[in-house]
């Protein structure tokens, strides 16, 4: 059978059988559709993945205090991490340019009339934005001066600093 033929033949099965043929071609379609949205899916998730890594910096190492989960007859676990570590792991470790401490909370923000329920807020040290990679964009970061006298200094992120204030100028105001 000469391949013209086999064509011929093949055409008039799918001239005849329109629907079977239809409906074979759509299963291919959506067949093949679903496996590029779903490669697709996976490479963008990959990617934004890998640029979160990526965000939090290559030479990054975190270090946290263990806790216990203590039952009634167990001792509560009072250790941890203090500043004085920080300071040792500056200090003692070669090749560590920045040691920077962090203590997540959430709590209630207050500026006039307007109150945000369950902000997240980060408490850190000076070394913050060069250990992040992060600049500020209006205004300065707090200083070694202000954390060593425990001045009460906040640094606001952009949509929080919107949400309070609007598009007026931030700095010099008092938040609760």
């Known amino acids: 059978m000469k391949l013209s033929e086999a064509f011929r033949i093949a ?3 799918i001239l005849k059988n329109k629907i079977r043929s239809f409906l074979t071609m759509l299963g291919i379609i959506i067949g093949v559709g679903a496996v590029i949205i779903m490669v697709g899916i996976s490479a963008g998730t990959e990617a ?3 640029d979160q890594i990526t ?3 290559s030479n990054l190492v975190f270090v946290q205090a263990s806790f216990s989960r203590g039952g009634p007859n167990q001792r509560p676990d009072t250790g941890g991490l203090t500043f004085d570590d920080a300071t040792a792991i500056q200090n003692s470790v070669n090749g560590v340019v920045s040691v920077v401490v962090e203590q997540a909370s959430s709590e209630n923000v207050i500026f006039g009339d307007t109150t945000l329920q369950s902000v997240e807020l980060l408490g850190t040290t000076g070394g913050f ?3 992040r990679s992060m600049t500020v964009a209006d205004g300065r970061f707090f200083t ?3 954390i060593n006298d425990k001045q009460k200094v906040v640094v606001l992120g952009s949509s929080l600093a919107t949400s309070l204030f609007g ?3 931030l700095l ?3 938040l609760l």
Do not use: M, Y
């Open 172 to 174: 010099g105001n008092i």
């Open 55 to 57: 965000s939090l910096g």
């Open 129 to 131: 934005t060069s250990v």
């Open 48 to 50: 934004t993945i890998s």
């Open 167 to 169: 598009p007026a100028s």
């Open 11 to 13: 055409g008039e099965a």
């Open 144 to 146: 070694q001066t202000e």
